[in-house]
C-alpha cells in the first residue's frame, strides 16, 4: 500500500510538474465605477490582465439585473503573459428599461487554467440611464429568427389544414 | 531786409528738416536698443491633451501640447512631462509619480517656425507606471525651457480606472498522498516547494479576496470523489503550522483576506494559503482532481 502510494505521488508530480512552476494571475479595470448612458445605450470596455507567467485564456462573463441587456465581446480572448486583452459589454437597454433608472453590471474575467488553481476578478459597474432613446428601438436579432419560425410553422399548418380539406372533399 | 528774412527763413527750414532727421535717427537708434533687449521671449505650452482621458493602470496612454517661442522653436532646448497621482510627489519616480526628462519617449513634430508638438508616451516599459498605480484623477504637466533659462508648463488630468487583481506563485499544488483516513495532509506549491501558495495583489486599491472550491473528482473512476468539506484552508504567514489549522470549505465563496492594501511603493502587499485535506474512507486509490479559485473584487 505504501508503495503504492509513494509512485501515486510521483505520477501526480510529473503529472502537474511541466507547468507547476507557472505563476498565475488576473486583473480588471475597470473594477468598479458609473456610467451614464441614454436609453440608446453605448459600450464599456473591460481591460483583463494576464499577470501570470504563461499565455493563457481568458473569458468575461456578465452578471446583475443589467445582464438583461448586455452582451460580450468577444467571448474568449488569448492573452499573452504579462499583457492584457480587451471585452467590450454592448448595452443595449430593452424597451422595458426607462429613463432615470440605475442597473448593476457584475463582470467577472476568469482565466482558464490547467493547473488546479484558478483565479478570477470581479468588476462592479453602476449604470444610469439619464437620458431617452433618439434612435429607433432595434429588436434583437433573436427575436425576428423566432418571428419568422412562428410565422412558417403557421404557414405550414394553414397549408396541412387545406391539403386535408382539399383531399377530403375529393 | 527782405533778403535777410528770406534767408533766415530758408534757415529755419534747414533747420527743421536736420532737427525731424536727427529726431528719427534717435528714435530708431532707440528701437534697435528695445529689440535687443526683448530677444529672450519666454516659451508658451498649449492645451494639454491625453489620451485616452480616462486609462486603465499599466496600459499606454499619451500627453501632448503644442509648445511655441516667438524667437523661434530652436530656442526650445527642453521637454519635462510628469504625471502624478493622488499622493504622488512629483519627480519621485514611483507608481503615483511618472517622468520622461527630456528623454526618448518624448516625440517633437515641428508645426512651424516657432512651434513643436510635443508628445510623451507612457507604458509599463518605461518608469514605474504599473497595475498597482493609483486610481483616481492624475494631474499631467508638460514644462518647456528655452536656452536662456526661461519655462513654461501647462496642465491636464486625467482618470485612472479601478483596478482588481491578484497572482498565486503556483498554478497546480499537489496534496500530501495518505491513506484512506489520514487527516491534516497539507498541500505542497512546487513554485517555492514548501506547503503556501503565495497570493500577491496587484491591484491599485484596496481589494476583497474570497477562495472557494470543488470536489476533487476521481480521474479513473470519477464516481468517487473528495468532498470539498474535506479540505481546511487558512491564511498563513511563516512558517505553515504542522497540523490543520482554518476553514472548512462550504461549497461557496468564502472571505480569504477582506480591506486589502495594494502596499507601500515598492513593496506589493502578499500573503500566503495553504491547505489541508482530511482523506475520507473509504476510498478508491486513484488520483483525485479538483480546483480551489481565488478570486478578487474591490472593496
Not at chain 2, 532727421?21 to 494639454?48: D, F, H, K, W
Request: glycine share 8%; hydrophobic share 40%.
Amino acid at each position: 500500500m505504501k508503495i503504492f502510494n509513494f509512485l501515486l505521488f510521483f505520477l501526480l508530480f510529473f503529472l502537474l510538474l511541466p507547468r507547476a512552476f507557472a505563476k498565475i494571475g488576473i486583473g480588471i479595470a475597470p473594477a468598479s465605477g458609473s456610467y451614464n448612458f441614454t436609453l440608446d445605450g453605448g459600450a464599456i470596455d473591460f481591460t483583463v490582465y494576464n499577470t501570470g507567467d504563461s499565455d493563457m485564456n481568458y473569458t468575461l462573463t456578465i452578471s446583475g439585473n443589467a445582464s438583461n441587456f448586455t452582451t460580450v465581446e468577444p467571448k474568449q480572448v488569448e492573452i499573452k503573459a504579462k499583457s492584457y486583452g480587451t471585452f467590450r459589454a454592448i448595452i443595449n437597454p430593452t424597451k422595458e428599461v426607462k429613463e432615470g433608472e440605475t442597473y448593476t453590471l457584475i463582470a467577472i474575467a476568469t482565466a482558464l487554467t490547467t493547473g488546479s488553481i484558478g483565479v478570477s476578478a470581479e468588476s462592479r459597474i453602476t449604470i444610469y440611464f439619464e437620458g431617452p432613446r433618439t434612435k429607433p428601438y432595434e429588436q434583437p436579432y433573436l427575436f425576428y429568427l423566432l418571428l419568422g419560425i412562428g410565422i412558417a410553422i403557421i404557414l405550414l399548418i394553414i397549408f396541412i389544414v387545406y391539403r386535408k380539406f382539399k383531399s377530403g372533399k375529393t | 531786409m527782405k533778403g535777410i528774412v528770406k534767408l533766415a527763413l530758408v534757415g529755419l527750414v534747414i533747420a527743421a528738416v536736420l532737427t525731424i532727421l536727427l529726431v528719427q535717427e534717435y528714435v530708431s537708434a532707440q528701437q534697435v536698443t528695445v529689440n535687443a533687449t526683448a530677444g529672450n521671449a519666454a516659451p508658451t505650452v498649449g492645451t494639454i491633451t491625453i489620451t485616452p482621458s480616462t486609462v486603465s493602470p499599466g496600459t499606454v496612454f499619451y500627453v501632448a501640447a503644442q509648445v511655441s517661442d516667438s524667437n523661434g522653436k530652436e530656442d526650445i532646448i527642453q521637454i519635462n512631462v510628469s504625471c502624478v497621482g493622488s499622493g504622488g510627489v512629483e519627480w519621485t519616480n514611483s507608481w503615483d509619480s511618472l517622468q520622461h526628462l527630456n528623454d526618448s519617449y518624448i516625440n517633437w513634430t515641428s508645426v512651424s517656425s516657432t512651434t513643436w508638438l510635443v508628445n510623451a508616451t507612457f507604458n509599463t516599459s518605461v518608469n514605474y507606471w504599473s497595475t498597482k498605480s493609483i486610481n483616481g484623477t492624475w494631474t499631467c504637466k508638460i514644462y518647456a525651457n528655452d536656452s536662456s533659462g526661461a519655462s513654461a508648463n501647462n496642465s491636464g488630468t486625467m482618470t485612472v480606472n479601478t483596478y482588481a487583481g491578484i497572482s498565486l506563485y503556483s498554478e497546480s499544488c499537489v496534496f500530501d498522498t495518505g491513506s484512506p483516513g489520514d487527516t491534516g495532509k497539507p498541500w505542497g506549491c512546487p513554485t517555492t516547494f514548501n506547503r503556501n501558495n503565495t497570493v500577491v495583489h496587484e491591484g491599485n486599491t484596496w481589494i476583497n479576496v474570497t477562495i472557494n472550491a470543488t470536489n476533487l473528482v476521481g480521474k479513473t473512476d470519477p464516481s468517487w470523489f473528495i468532498g470539498y468539506g474535506n479540505m481546511t484552508w487558512n491564511q498563513t504567514t511563516g512558517e505553515v503550522p504542522t497540523s490543520k489549522q482554518g476553514y472548512a470549505f462550504t461549497g461557496s465563496s468564502m472571505d480569504f483576506i477582506t480591506f486589502w492594501g495594494r502596499g507601500t511603493y515598492p513593496t506589493s502587499n502578499a500573503t500566503n494559503a495553504t491547505v489541508w485535506l482530511d482523506y475520507p474512507t473509504p476510498l478508491y486509490l486513484q488520483t483525485y482532481e479538483g480546483n480551489i479559485t481565488f478570486s478578487a473584487s474591490v472593496v
